[in-house]
């Protein structure tokens, strides 16, 4: 339940709240099987997350990519330190090389060398903690044409995508290695019919000071970070410019025309995202965008009886962007269209 009273002063409350359900992999009874694919990422989570796990458990997953290898993240993660931990193997057993252990609190990647990774979970007889959030996805071999890379994509190039390809960028040569300082640089996929989709996989964006205080830098102000254009740089569509942005959810853009520009400025280095650009033919989908459309818009004062559903969902104050009116009181009930599901609820924007 979310409650909004409105302040009975000259303030005005300006809020936009996003609603995303989300399921996950929890299961802890055998080996679950699971498939990393290159156009969406999905996640893993410990059994009852973000609630504690139980004790004595031994949960194993294995992830195998469609194609290329298996990158996952640990998003977050708790765990009792030394006695409760998580492994990552390279290969289809607990027999292939331990890529990473971890324990207590932390953050991470690992990827696989082959098409296969298996996680293990264990834990003790005793204290549990919140557990984990893992992220996974495919990402193309680094010998692939279809991997893409700053700085070695020059400035200005334009690829083309055949229908039903898809092709990746990455901000830096490998998953938390770092890029090094651009200004303005473009580089543009482009279909000659059908449609793009474009997809976040990974957002984590961390600046990396270069004799520069990245802490008195407002790198968003200064756009600085990684922007995402419709067309050649007509409409801006998203644009990532603080790791605080780094979701939890896997962001998708439909561009509304045949091409689509990103544009990487920053005068510090940095890693991070990947990002998968599909062309998928056919009709346009229903797009699940960064910046909401008034279809996916709650804007009442309450509503008792709202579902969320496995996409993105937007809750504004009545008015919004505009003021609200003095003297109310909202509420609104969500619940989630799978007991199984967890509704998480991000505040995007609030002004008072």
Known sequence: MVTNMAAKWVWSLLLLVKIHFDSGYAQCVNTLDVTAHLDYS??????????????????EWLITASTGVVVISIDDMLLETNFDNIYFYDGSSSSGTLLGSYTAETTGIEISSGTTMLVRFTTDSSVTRHGFKLTYFALYSASSSNLHAWPYSPCGTTININTNDIQQLKLSSAPLSTSPSLSNCDV???????????????????????????????????????????????????????????????VIIYPTQTSVMF?????????????????????????????????????????????????????????????????????????????????????ISLYT
């Not at 009852?48 to 796990?53: L, Q, R, S």
């Not at 410019?241 to 896997?250: F, G, I, L, V």
């Open 42 to 59: 999905g996640h893993i989570k410990s059994p009852n997350y973000p609630y504690n796990y139980n004790n004595r458990a031994n949960c």
């Open 188 to 250: 543009t996929f482009s279909v000659s019919a059908s449609n793009l989709n474009v997809t976040i996989l990974w957002s984590d964006l961390a600046f990396t000071s270069n004799g520069l205080n990245v802490t008195s830098v407002n790198l968003c102000d200064q756009q600085y970070g990684l922007s995402v254009w419709d067309g050649n740089g007509s409409t801006l569509l998203y644009w990532l410019c603080n790791a605080d942005q780094s979701s939890d959810d896997t």
């Open 263 to 347: 544009r990487y400025n920053s005068p510090i280095s940095t890693t991070g995202p990947i990002i998968s650009i599909q062309n998928y033919g056919g009709t346009a989908a229903t797009a699940t965008v960064p910046i909401p459309t008034t279809q996916s818009i709650v804007s009442s004062c309450g509503d008792r009886s709202m579902i969320s559903e496995s996409f993105q969902q937007y809750l504004t104050s009545p008015n919004y962007p505009n003021y609200y009116s003095n003297y109310l009181s909202c509420i609104w009930t969500i619940t989630s269209h799978d007991l199984n599901g967890v509704i998480t609820l991000n505040i």
